[in-house]
């Protein structure tokens, strides 16, 4: 629906809604400025998810945005442990290396945010929204599993239009710890751990070798920069600093915020 | 004199030669240069942008500054394609007139950040090619910086240089504002007077090495006084 509205598909449009949203339409002469629906502008007749990279090829435009991240998370006894990397690149120039890729939606919802810089702040923001919207509707905090899914379907409605998203909302309710991975394709899964972002990989490998589930709150932080240390040794798009949170019954607290490359230096140290 | 870098990538020596059929399609951007910068103080910020308009080889005017007013505690800079520039600022002015008349109050810098995230990000899908920086004072009376990208995500820091030659200013200032790759030396607080030394020294350097910067300098400073301009005369080739 979402897709079908921002194309104009008047016919589509008109069917399923009742004919007096169709004025909302973004002629012209009057211009809305998007404050009281949401509207997306579009190319006319390219597809958008290829649209910048056919500007990109003109002479001296050159528009890139923020990408690239690792991130990982993950459950154990004592609650979830989220750990991210702080670096925002923008094609080969270093955007930010301090930039913040977990959203606090409620005191009791945290969410994670890799590929696309804009995509997540936006569409995390809008969860966060949601949420609000529902605590005051309904008197009590939204699931962790219904937060996922508002993300999940929002990210199923432009599915196909070139937004790059992986993010895990992670959150303590009724069930007790909950953790989901949900990205742009629409996936949306419930695990026990995940990692997300162009250097997940060596994440989930560190990660992999040392979990167990019972293991003490100390080791569980200790693994967490482990993981994120490591995939921003060896990921060229990862680095910064590793901030890291941690979901208790009573809430999530912010653990540290420890720049990598003191972390690496000590890691050698312990090594040789 | 051309240098040997000049060939291969788009927007570099177009090679003179005909290699065959070439395909020649409407761009909606163009690039028009120009850089900005903004650093954020204890109690004051800084905006800064040079003047010069340009496109492919040509100048088109000596005296376009890129730095906005848009209240009296906040200045945003735009450079990448002026088009999407003067559009951009006039969306923003007409929001902050519906926000005055809504609520009866100015919108803070933080505000007008999260609202300006929003206006670009409504242009994911065919974006205002801008790159935006935006600095003010925030509720407290500190200085704030605002950076953004071309669809809208953003974060708050403390000094930020984009457009041509932001890659060239960014480490300079990372260095001597953000004391970065230096041992033991002292972090003292910049004051405003030293803040908008730097500021010129370090714009007098990018237009030395940067074609798309230069002509003139024109600095906004901002206090709880008010907004005070100077404008500096930099290289003109």
């Known amino acids: ?272 | 004199m051309l240098s040997a870098q000049n060939f291969g990538e788009s927007g570099k020596m177009k090679e003179y030669h005909y290699t065959g059929p070439v395909e020649h399609r409407f761009s909606p951007y163009a690039f028009n240069g120009g850089t900005v910068l903004a650093v954020a103080g204890e109690d004051f910020a800084i905006v800064a942008s040079d003047t010069r308009l340009s496109e492919g080889y040509s100048i088109h005017s000596r005296d376009s500054p890129k730095c906005y007013k848009l209240t009296d505690t906040t200045v945003i800079g735009c450079s990448g394609f002026h088009g999407d520039c003067l559009t951009l600022t006039k969306i923003i002015d007409a929001r902050l007139k519906m926000y005055k008349h809504s609520n009866n109050k100015t919108m803070t810098s933080g505000a007008i950040a999260a609202m300006l995230s929003t206006i670009l990000y409504s242009r994911r899908f065919f974006p205002y090619y801008v790159y935006n920086i935006i600095g003010g004072l925030d509720e407290q009376g500190k200085g704030a910086v605002y950076s953004f990208d071309p669809v809208g995500s953003y974060q708050r820091d403390t000094y930020k240089a984009g457009g041509s030659a932001s890659a060239m200013l960014q480490p300079l200032l990372d260095n001597q504002i953000g004391f970065k790759n230096m041992e033991g030396v002292e972090h003292v607080p910049l004051s405003k007077d030293k803040a908008v030394q730097l500021v010129k020294d370090v714009f007098i350097s990018a237009a030395e090495r940067d074609v798309y910067t230069g002509d003139a300098l024109r600095i906004c400073i901002i206090t709880k006084e008010g907004i005070q301009e100077q404008n500096i005369p930099l290289r003109k080739d």
């Open chain 1, 1 to 272: 629906m979402a897709l079908a509205a921002v194309c104009g598909d008047k016919s589509v449009y008109g069917q399923i809604f009742s004919g007096k949203q169709a004025r909302l339409f973004d002629r012209p002469n009057h211009f809305s400025f998007g404050t009281k629906i949401q509207e997306f502008a579009v190319p006319v007749g390219n597809e958008p998810s290829s649209f910048l990279g056919t500007c990109n090829r003109e002479e001296g435009v050159r528009i890139e945005l923020d990408h690239g991240t690792t991130t990982l998370a993950f459950k154990f006894r004592h609650g979830v442990i989220v750990a991210v990397d702080s670096r925002a690149s923008a094609g080969n120039y270093l955007a930010s290396n301090d930039a913040n890729k977990v959203i606090e939606i409620n005191p009791y919802l945290l969410g994670t945010m890799s590929g696309s810089a804009a995509d997540c702040q936006y569409w995390e923001r809008l969860l966060a929204k949601e949420c609000r919207l529902y605590k005051l509707r309904n008197n009590h905090r939204i699931s962790v599993a219904a937060a996922s899914k508002l993300l999940s379907n929002m990210m199923l409605g432009y599915r196909g239009m070139g937004l790059s998203m992986g993010s895990m909302i992670c959150g303590w309710d009724k069930e007790g710890p909950g953790l989901y991975y949900v990205d742009s394709n629409g996936t949306r899964l419930s695990g026990r751990m995940f990692s997300t972002g162009c250097g997940n990989s060596y994440a989930y490998g560190v990660v992999d070798s040392g979990y167990e589930e019972d293991m003490t709150v100390e080791e569980a932080y200790e693994l967490g920069c482990r993981g994120i240390a490591h995939a921003t040794h060896r990921d060229a798009y990862s680095g910064g600093s590793v901030n890291m949170y941690h979901m208790r019954e009573d809430g999530w607290i912010k653990v540290c915020k420890e720049d990598v490359s003191k972390l690496i230096h000590r890691y050698r140290e312990g090594m040789f």
